[in-house]
C-alpha cells in the first residue's frame, strides 16, 4: 500500500470519529451506544485498509524510475532501451529499435547463481523484437511499430525463466539515409514497370499494324473501309495512300495493280490515274451503290479476265456486309455475275435445245 493511501484513510477515519463524537453528543446517545459505534469505525477503517493492499501494482511504484516519493535508492525494474539496431527483410536496412523495458524478478531455485535481471528482461524483449522484424520489411516501420506494441505488452518469462519482462513506449524508425534510398528505388521501380507496360503496348500495337493492317494493300484497304463504313467514296479515293502505306511498311515497292491510284507512279507508267470519285460524285449527282461497286472493281486494276477479280469483289462484298452496308454487298455481287461469272463444263456433247427432257450442263462447284 502506497504512503499516500494510508494519510487518506487515516484522515477520513479522524474526521468521520470526530463527526460520530458531535452527533452522540448533540443527540444524548446512551452510554451502550458509545462502544458499539467505535467498534464499527474500527471495523471500517481495516476494511479500507485491507482493500487497498489488494490493490497494490505488480511492480512497486519504488522500483519505477519514477516514484511517488522521494525514498531512498532501490534497485529499479524497470530501463530504458535507445537505438537498438534490428535486422529488417531487407539487407543493409536496419530498424532502430527504442522502449521502456519492465520486468519482475521470478523466485530463483536453491543454489541458483546471482543475476543481472535487468539485462535478462533486456535481452528477452530485444530477442522477441528481432523475431518479428527480420521477416518484416523495411519501408513499413510504422506497421511494425504498432505490431510490436502488441507483441511485447505481455509480461513473458526469459530463456532462463529469473524474470518476467514485456516493453512499453515501442518506437521503431528507419534512418533518414535509408528512407531516403528506399523513396528513390520505389520511384525508379514505379517508373520502370510503367515504361515496360508502355513498351509491350507499342509492340503490340507495331506488331497489330505490319503483320495484319497493312500485310498487303487489300487487308489495308479492307481495314479503313471497316474504320469508315459510311464513307465508301472516301475509302476508293485513299486507296493510294493506303497502298504506299503498305508497301513502306514492307520495304516493298507498290504492287503493280495499285499503281494507277498513285499519281507518280501512274504518270511514270503511262496509265491513267483513278477518276476522282469526289467530282464525279457531285458533277453528276449523288453516287448509287453500283457506282461505289463499279469505283471498287476499277480501283483493284485487274483485267477482266484475270481470275483474281472474282476473289478480290467477292471479299469487298464481304467486308460491306460486315460494315453494315447491304445495299454495296448487294451491288458488288451483282458485280461479280456481271464481269466474273462462274465457268461451266459443256460436258461432252449438248443435248438439243427443242429436247424437254435434256438436262442441263452441270455447274463446277
Do not use: C
Not at 472474282?310 to 464481304?318: C, N, Q, S
Request: aromatic share 6%; charged share 25%; glycine share 6%.
Amino acid at each position: 500500500m502506497q504512503s499516500g493511501h494510508k494519510a487518506m484513510t487515516g484522515f477520513v477515519t479522524v474526521l468521520l470519529a470526530l463527526v460520530l463524537v458531535i452527533v452522540g453528543l448533540v443527540t444524548g446517545w446512551p452510554l451502550w451506544a458509545w462502544p458499539i459505534t467505535a467498534g464499527a469505525l474500527a471495523a471500517v477503517t481495516a476494511v479500507a485498509l485491507s482493500h487497498a493492499r489488494r490493490q497494490r501494482p505488480l511492480i512497486p511504484p519504488e522500483r519505477l524510475l519514477e516514484p511517488e516519493l522521494p525514498i531512498p535508492p532501490v534497485e529499479r525494474w524497470e530501463r530504458v532501451v535507445k537505438d537498438v539496431s534490428l535486422p529488417s527483410l531487407s539487407d543493409d536496412y536496419d530498424f532502430q529499435f527504442s522502449a521502456t523495458v519492465r520486468w519482475v524478478p521470478q523466485d530463483a531455485p536453491a543454489n541458483a547463481p546471482l543475476v543481472n535481471a535487468g539485462g535478462l528482461a533486456i535481452d528477452a524483449v530485444v530477442d522477441r523484437a528481432r523475431s518479428i522484424t527480420h521477416q518484416s520489411p523495411p519501408n513499413r516501420s510504422s506497421l511494425v511499430q504498432h505490431r510490436l506494441n502488441g507483441e511485447l505488452a505481455t509480461m513473458v518469462a526469459d530463456p532462463s525463466g529469473r524474470v518476467l519482462a514485456m516493453a512499453e513506449n515501442v518506437r521503431l524508425v528507419l534512418s533518414d539515409a535509408d528512407r531516403e534510398r528506399l523513396e528513390k528505388l520505389a520511384t525508379v521501380r514505379k517508373n520502370e514497370e510503367v515504361w515496360e507496360h508502355e513498351r509491350k503496348y507499342e509492340q503490340s500495337k507495331r506488331a497489330y499494324l505490319g503483320e495484319d493492317v497493312l500485310k498487303t494493300p487489300g487487308s489495308a484497304v479492307v481495314w479503313w473501309l471497316s474504320k469508315n463504313n459510311d464513307q465508301i467514296d472516301k475509302t476508293v479515293s485513299d486507296i493510294g495512300l493506303l497502298a504506299e502505306l503498305s508497301s513502306a511498311a514492307n520495304d516493298q515497292p507498290v504492287p503493280d495493280d495499285f499503281h494507277r491510284f498513285v499519281p507518280g507512279l501512274a504518270q511514270e507508267t503511262g496509265e491513267q490515274a483513278a477518276p476522282d470519285i469526289e467530282g464525279d460524285r457531285f458533277g453528276s449527282g449523288p453516287a448509287t451503290p453500283d457506282d461505289y461497286a463499279r469505283w471498287l472493281l476499277q480501283g483493284s486494276g485487274l483485267p477482266a479476265d484475270d481470275p483474281r477479280g472474282g476473289l478480290y469483289v467477292e471479299r469487298m462484298a464481304d467486308a460491306a456486309k460486315g460494315a453494315g452496308l447491304p445495299d454495296v454487298a448487294d451491288a458488288l455481287l451483282r458485280l461479280l455475275g456481271e464481269h466474273f461469272p462462274t465457268p461451266e463444263d459443256p460436258g461432252p456433247s449438248e443435248p438439243p435445245f427443242d429436247d424437254p427432257y435434256a438436262e442441263e450442263p452441270p455447274y463446277d462447284e
